[in-house]
């Protein structure tokens, strides 16, 4: 079992910055992948992006790559999502999720889930 606490979000103007953490719990080793999903309003759930377990090859969707950074702290074991030059079209629910095993972009593959965290973006 993997516990995941997401922390972070909130209300930020377009261009602006933002921080959303997880930190994960509980069985903590192993080849687990852990990744960033959002969702907005009448969206499916979408790929952000991912890490290995050993904070290697992080992984970044198209859509938010140049502006969106994703990190982990291995002490911690939290994993972090750096979003710069934010846009309207990123204002979702954001989630972190893992999975014994790689990085996978669907969001079934994933076993375990954060809470959520909304990301509101205003102009």
């Known amino acids: 079992q993997v516990q995941l606490v997401q922390s972070g979000g909130g209300l930020v103007q377009t261009g602006g910055a933002l921080k959303l953490s997880c930190a994960a719990s509980?069985?903590?080793?192993?080849?687990?992948?852990m990744s960033w999903f959002r969702q907005g309003p009448g969206k499916e759930r979408e790929f952000v992006g991912a890490?290995?377990?050993?904070?290697?090859?992080?992984e970044i969707h198209d859509s938010v790559k140049g502006r969106f950074t994703i990190s982990k702290d291995n002490a911690k074991n939290t994993m972090y999502l750096q979003m710069n030059s934010l846009k309207l079209e990123d204002m979702a629910t954001y989630y972190c999720?893992?999975?014994?095993?790689?990085?996978?972009?669907?969001?079934?593959?994933?076993?375990?889930w954060g809470q959520g965290t909304q990301v509101t973006v205003s102009s």
């Open positions: 999720a893992a999975r014994l095993g790689d990085v996978r972009r669907d969001a079934a593959e994933y076993l375990y």
């Open positions: 509980g069985r903590t080793f192993g080849a687990y992948a």
């Open positions: 890490i290995r377990w050993s904070g290697l090859s992080p």
